[in-house]
């Protein structure tokens, strides 16, 4: 099952480019990896999806290496309201998981 | 806005109670999707419906019973809870089952007494 690994938390400053690692070493040929951001007390909001190489879109950009083993989530020039909760789902077929997630703290 | 309305956003109920929550999505989306998040847990995938038929039920306790009338519609009907029910339940919705973006609600915060 293509469980995912992520870190717990990670701390940035304001501005700066920030990058989340999601580890998914059993993911299945034909699923996508997504990445969603949960603010407390809300449902997770789409960010990106990718299948592999790199996606960009007008909030982020998504890094898929060869082996798709992992996925890179690059967040470009963080404000405050970048302060979240960000997951990585990754499917198996018919069955898939959110990770635990890595809580994104932005200081001023 | 997020497209997928859930109501109520916050349930108090004893565990004798019985009460459902529900979930209303417009996108014109098949498949629909009911979690569990817990307080530091990750997501909990509960049950799963792709055109109105259940496809995946996740070894959820019998207490926890989905309906879904049509494909813009989905229930969660909540009978001799535990304390440990307590949660944030989170109703989603996609084009297709999978791992195609999900659209969330903004969950039901449910207490028990």
């Known amino acids: ?108 | 806005e997020t497209g997928v309305t859930q109501t109520p956003r916050h349930l108090v109920m004893g565990m004798t109670n019985k009460k459902s929550l529900k979930c209303e999505q417009h996108l014109g989306h098949n498949a629909m999707y009911w979690y569990k998040q817990s307080a530091k847990k990750p997501l909990e995938l509960m049950f799963v419906y792709n055109f109105k038929e259940q496809t995946e039920n996740n070894s959820v306790p019998s207490r926890f019973s989905p309906e879904c009338p049509n494909s813009s519609h989905l229930f969660l009907h909540l009978h001799t809870l535990q304390p440990e029910d307590s949660a944030l339940y989170l109703c989603a919705s996609s084009q297709e089952r999978g791992t195609r973006p999900q659209h969330f609600g903004d969950g039901t915060r449910l207490s028990i007494l």
């Open chain 1, 1 to 108: 099952l293509a469980k995912t690994t992520q870190p717990i938390s990670m701390d940035s400053y304001e501005g700066q480019e920030v990058n989340i690692t999601c580890s998914h070493n059993n993911i299945a040929t034909n699923d996508y990896i997504t990445w969603y951001q949960q603010f407390p007390s809300q449902g997770p909001r789409f960010i990106i999806q990718g299948y592999k190489t790199k996606v960009t879109n007008e909030v982020a950009s998504l890094f898929i290496p060869a082996d798709r083993k992992s996925s890179t989530l690059s967040l470009p020039r963080v404000s405050l309201s970048d302060t979240a909760v960000y997951y990585c789902l990754v499917g198996d077929g018919g069955k898939f998981y959110f990770g635990s997630g890595t809580k994104l703290n932005v200081k001023p």
